[in-house]
Nanobody
Framework: QVQLVESGGGLVQAGGSLRLSCAAS????????MGWFRQAPGKEREFVAT????????YYTDSVKGRFTISRDNAKNTVYLQMNSLKPEDTAVYYC?????????????????????WGQGTQVTVSS
């Protein structure tokens, strides 16, 4: 069983920055691919970013490329999402997720069904 707890959300003005953290419990964190998703009001949850088990590979949805950075610290069982140049359209509940099926792989999971565990989410609100 893996438990994920997000933190770092809040209210920020457009152009500002936030860093989200996701702390994982359980063993073998370093073998999981990790991802961030978001869900805006009235919309379906969408993929944001993913990082391989080692941190060597990352992938982003087009709308956040160049602004967001996903990283991980396996010694701390934590994955991060640094969000810069925030826009009002980034407003959403952000979820981190763990994928157990990509241990040792550099293939990156990008779909919800490829993830096994989810956090409770943290609200990010960007004002214009």
């Amino acid at each position: 069983q893996v438990q994920l707890v997000e933190s770092g959300g809040g209210l920020v003005q457009a152009g500002g920055s936030l860093r989200l953290s996701c702390a994982a419990s359980g063993r073998s964190f370093s073998s999981y691919a990790m991802g961030w998703f978001r869900q805006a009001p009235g919309k379906e949850r969408e993929f944001v970013a993913t990082i391989s088990w080692s941190g060597a590979n990352t992938y982003y949805t087009d709308s956040v490329k160049g602004r967001f950075t996903i990283s991980r610290d396996n010694a701390k069982n934590t994955v991060y999402l640094q969000m810069n140049s925030l826009k009002p359209e980034d407003t959403a509940v952000y979820y981190c997720a763990a994928s157990l099926g990509y241990s040792g792989s550099y293939v990156l999971p990008k779909r919800e069904k490829e993830y096994d565990y989810w956090g409770q989410g943290t609200q990010v609100t960007v004002s214009s």
